[in-house]
Every structure is written in C-alpha cells, then in structure tokens.
T-cell receptor, first 114, second 111 residues
Framework: DAGVTQSPTHLIKTRGQQVTLRCSPKSGHDTVSWYQQALGQGPQFIFQYYEEEERQRGNFPDRFSGHQFPNYSSELNVNALLLGDSALYLC?????????????FGPGTRLTVL | KQEVTQIPAALSVPEGENLVLNCSFTDSAIYNLQWFRQDPGKGLTSLLLIQSSQREQTSGRLNASLDKSSGRSTLYIAASQPGDSATYLCAVTGGSYIPTFGRGTSLIVHP
C-alpha cells in the first residue's frame, strides 16, 4: 500500500515564476491538505481539499491556489514566487472527509526561490 | 486563536535514558492531538493520535498522554536509542478542523 507521494522532490525557481507541486494521497483517503514549513518552524496550514472543493484555508495569499482531481490527487500552485516562498511543502491525506481523523504526510517538496 | 508550544526546543541525552517531551496548547476545545516525528529535510511520520475523549495512547516505547483541562500533552520515550534522534512535533486539531503545529523539539540521542 503506497503512502502519500509528492513530486517533485526538489525544485529551484526564480522570483516571479510560477510553480506546481503534486500530491497523491494514501489509498482510501479522500481529503488532502497542504502545508508550508519554513526552516526551524512547524508546518503552517495552507488549505484543504475534499470532494474537489477547497474546504478550509489558512492565512495565505491568493497567489497560493490548488486543485483536487476526481481520483483525489491534488496540485498546489504558487504564482509570482517570492524569496519568502522558499520552504518545504508538505501534503497530508486523511480518510472520510478529514476532520478529526489521523493525517498521513508525504515526504515533501523542497522549493528554493532565487 | 490556538497556540501550541513545545518545551524543550532541543534536547541531547545519552542512549538509554527515559525522556519526556512537552506540548501545551491554549484552547482546550480540541478534537484530537497528534504527535509526529520528522527527520531532517523529510516529511512527517505519525507516531500517536489521541482523540479528545482519550487520556493516553501507547505504541512500543512511546506513550502519549493528554490532559485537555490543563492544555497539556506529554510524549514519553522509554529507553532512548540513537535512532530516535529527530524532531518531534505535536499538532492540535480544534473546531475549525485545521491542525495547529508547535515548533517541535529537536532530540539527539548519542551512543
């Protein structure tokens, strides 16, 4: 049973560019959440997708957008990249609509903005 | 707004010691609390999930307790090993269903 997978593993972009990160949830999970983790900090919640809709959103600007596909996989898009967007981006999946259910995390995508 | 604090921020111990990591939160109206392990530059591995109605959970050498009224959780690691070296994070999920993470405790267990 594959766990949560993310691609790519690493990514280097320049300021102003756009980036797309991808996530496949654990088998049987229908809810995907995205987090940003800066060095030395805990993960910060970006948004959560369930039934192909954004259900919850953290305190992130509209430059951060996402999508969930019918197979429950998800994408995170970031436009007009800033130096401060450099971080580890983590995807987590959970079953049955998420809520109070256990979350399982992927290995993350390390984004560096130059 | 929920705030989660983890103490200590860093810990270095010799192999074999029993350890206690602390997590405190400001809003006791929670659904669950989850402990994670994170190796450098890697994703999070779930260790234990405690629902709000539970007082503790155990898995192998790990035991986590929850005291909602005082806003505290502890992660107890018995007989620590060098392979336990990692950052340990706690996350609290409340009414918004948005988990709030602490900054973690960085643990080094030396032989």
């Amino acid at each position: 049973d594959a766990g949560v997978t993310q691609s790519p593993t690493h990514l280097i972009k320049t300021r102003g560019q756009q980036v797309t990160l991808r996530c496949s949830p654990k088998s049987g999970h229908d809810t995907v959440s995205w987090y940003q983790q800066a060095l030395g900090q805990g993960p910060q919640f970006i948004f959560q997708y369930y039934e192909e809709e954004e259900r919850q959103r953290g305190n992130f600007p509209d430059r951060f957008s996402g999508h969930q596909f019918p197979n429950y996989s998800s994408e995170l898009n970031v436009n007009a990249l800033l130096l401060g967007d450099s971080a580890l981006y983590l995807c987590a999946s959970s079953p049955m609509g998420g809520g109070e259910n256990e979350q399982f995390f992927g290995p993350g995508t390390r984004l560096t903005v130059l | 707004k929920q705030e989660v604090t983890q103490i200590p921020a860093a810990l270095s111990v010799p192999e074999g010691e029993n350890l206690v990591l602390n997590c405190s939160f400001t809003d006791s109206a929670i659904y669950n609390l989850q402990w994670f392990r994170q190796d450098p530059g890697k994703g999070l591995t779930s260790l234990l999930l405690i629902q709000s109605s539970q007082r503790e959970q155990t898995s192998g050498r790990l035991n986590a307790s929850l005291d909602k009224s005082s806003g505290r959780s502890t992660l107890y690691i018995a007989a620590s090993q060098p392979g336990d070296s990692a950052t340990y994070l706690c996350a609290v999920t409340g009414g918004s269903y948005i988990p709030t993470f602490g900054r973690g405790t960085s643990l080094i267990v030396h032989p």
